[in-house]
């Protein structure tokens, strides 16, 4: 009697007013998630040498444009706009996604055309809507500067730097990018006070309304491809094939990989065509979209906090400072 009155006044300071049989259904939830791991078993100089790749400008023609441009690590591994300005100021045609985490997720690109990160590293660089460089240039590039040629050869033991070492590092690199510690997280690793009441009835909206169903392991997304505009069809669709970019099937149509929701307060605008400004309106979409849920504002807001708990600890480190460039070192061509 008295532990039951104990557990009912912690139930109440806690504010939390769910049924002990709810709560047992959430644990089944729970183990369609995961919390997020911090970075493990990573090769620490090729990181060091990747994060210098990372942020440095000439890997593109212009000397201007970095990784960082458009996947900013101040910003959540994204850009915060529509589309990415490339080379020349070009438009792109797709919303950049988060660098964060991008290591769990099981391909990368909204189509999933690159295996894992080493793979999609090469493609901007030579990208003429990106970074607008090649290859060979690049190459050029990094091996005129002697201790680019020093950090390349204690790294990989060879003396010739060649494209393949330039995207092992980098996905090293990319590797680091994990945010643990959300407060979802610190929650599902038993913390209970972690979430307020309001982001708990978010959670429960989200499992219960189907959500859970694309949007749920570690990453609450990145390990499917699923259609854009399941119950009712997406205005922005026209002109891009998604999946069926890759796998050439009709039915592939419209689908993308599922994007991750960990730090999706931070990587706004969304989805691929970055149309929705607000997490309230993105939250609309797939409710009518893919569920034929329309919500109330009441549930809309408990969804937005819940899927605010999911911003985790941002990668910290020191910014690198690049070498610089010699006397022979090709000089970057911004406006031709
Ligand atoms: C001009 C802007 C721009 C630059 C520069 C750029 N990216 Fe991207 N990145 C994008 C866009 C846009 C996409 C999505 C393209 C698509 O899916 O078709 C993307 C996709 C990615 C992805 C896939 C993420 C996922 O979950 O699918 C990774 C990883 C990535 N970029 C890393 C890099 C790295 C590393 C560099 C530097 C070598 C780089 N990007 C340079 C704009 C850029
Ligand atoms: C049938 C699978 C499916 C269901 C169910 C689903 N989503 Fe999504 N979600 C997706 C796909 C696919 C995208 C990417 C669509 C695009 O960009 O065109 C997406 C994108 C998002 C985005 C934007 C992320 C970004 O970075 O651009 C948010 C936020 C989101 N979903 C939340 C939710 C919420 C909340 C629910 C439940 C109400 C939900 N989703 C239900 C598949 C689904």
């Not at 680019?148 to 990319?174: L, P």
């Amino acid at each position: 009697m008295k532990l039951n009155t104990l557990a009912a006044t912690l139930i109440a300071v806690a504010g939390i007013s769910l049924s002990s049989a709810a709560l047992a259904q959430q644990d089944q939830f729970r183990a369609l998630y995961a919390p997020i791991a911090p970075p493990k078993a990573v090769d620490l100089g090729k990181v060091e040498l990747g994060k210098k790749l990372y942020f440095d400008p000439r890997l593109s023609k212009s000397g201007f444009i970095s990784c960082n441009s458009c996947h900013n690590l101040s910003r959540g591994g994204s850009d915060n706009i529509p589309t990415s300005i490339g080379d020349k100021w070009q438009k792109g045609p797709i919303n950049s996604p988060t660098v964060l985490n991008s290591s769990l997720n099981l391909a990368q690109f909204w189509d999933g055309r690159a295996a894992d990160l080493k793979a999609q590293a090469g493609g901007p660089i030579a990208n003429p809507g990106e970074m607008a460089f090649s290859h060979t240039l690049a190459i050029d590039m990094l091996a005129s500067i002697p201790a680019y040629v020093r950090e390349f050869k204690m790294v990989f033991g060879k003396d010739k730097i060649d494209i393949d070492q330039v995207t092992d590092a980098i996905a090293e690199f990319e590797k680091t990018l994990v945010t643990p510690n959300s407060r979802f997280d610190q929650w599902m690793l038993g913390k209970s006070e972690a979430l307020t009441k309001d982001e708990l009835a978010g959670y429960k909206l989200f499992n219960e309304s189907g959500c859970v169903a694309c949007h749920n392991g570690p990453n609450l997304g990145g390990n499917s491809f699923q259609k854009m505009g399941v119950v009712e069809a997406y205005k922005g669709n026209d002109g891009v094939a998604g999946r069926a970019a890759v796998t050439g099937k009709d039915a592939d149509r419209f689908n993308f990989k599922v994007p991750t929701l960990r730090n999706v307060e931070m990587t706004y605008p969304y989805f691929h065509d970055g149309a929705a400004n607000t997490l309230t309106e993105a939250v609309d979409t797939m409710g009518r979209l893919q569920l034929g849920k329309k919500f109330t504002q009441a549930e809309n807001q408990q969804i937005v906090a819940f899927l605010k708990t999911l911003t985790g600890d941002q990668p910290m480190f020191t910014i690198p400072i690049l070498p610089p460039s010699a006397d022979s070192t090709p000089r970057p061509t911004p406006f031709k």
